[in-house]
């Protein structure tokens, strides 16, 4: 029979262009929040991450933005380039303080 | 750049058999997690290690799956016997608690 499968939300996006991918997280109490990067056949791949105490986090062409008061966490990509196509996943730690929860993740498909 | 590594990088065997993966964290990282990632449930903890200590194991089916740390260089996670709803992609990491965790890029393990 035909396998289903999760549907992963995808973002398509024209090379040059700005990416905004969108998280919202579950836990209040979460403290720290990480962006992973997964291409196929690879394992995920840090990008950034950021604690509760800030609300914007820059990087090398990326930004991630929290909003505590609505549980949300975005990652800004600026000028989208084809090797930015992959899947991207939002995570939050776990009361431990150790683990983390992950989200379900967001195709990111860049165009020429 | 520092990596864990992860072997075999793919597995095929039938069903019933014991199987085993491997996992050398990156020097120094004294937290050690393993995943799963399937289509229908994304990533999945599966358990975690502080310090070669397992702190948390209840994402694991305990009656086949086991894991374990012999020292601070090995990680493994062993399924016995193996099941075709194993099949999925497990992912080992690494960290110093608290931060990013570092992924391997996983064993494809498919039970026939």
């Known amino acids: 029979g035909e396998s289903v499968g999760l549907h992963l939300p995808t973002l398509s996006v024209q090379e040059g262009d700005n990416s905004i991918i969108n998280c919202a997280y579950s836990n209040s109490a979460s403290d720290y929040f990480i962006w992973y990067k997964q291409e196929s056949g690879k394992g995920p791949q840090f990008i950034i991450d950021i604690r509760s105490n800030m609300d914007k986090r820059q990087g090398q062409r990326v930004t991630v933005l929290l909003n505590k008061t609505v549980k949300h966490l975005s990652l800004q990509i600026a000028a989208t380039q084809p090797g930015d196509s992959a899947v991207y996943f939002c995570a939050e730690n776990t009361p431990s303080g150790y683990a983390l929860n992950f989200g379900k993740g967001t195709s990111l498909l860049v165009t020429p | 750049d520092a990596r864990v590594t992860q072997t075999p990088r793919d597995k095929v065997t039938e069903m019933g058999q014991e199987v085993t993966m491997r996992c050398q964290p990156i020097l120094g990282h004294n937290t050690v997690f393993w995943y799963r990632q399937t289509m229908m449930q994304g990533l999945e903890l599966l358990a975690y290690f502080r310090n070669r200590a397992p702190l948390d194991d209840s994402g694991m089916p305990k009656d086949r799956f086991s894991a374990e740390m012999p020292d601070a260089t090995l990680a493994t996670l062993k399924i016995q016997p193996s099941e075709p709803r194993d099949s999925a992609v497990y992912f080992c990491?690494?960290?110093?608690?608290?931060?990013?965790?570092?992924f391997g890029d996983g064993t494809r393990l498919s039970i026939l």
């Open positions: 990491a690494s960290g110093l608690g608290g931060g990013p965790q570092h």
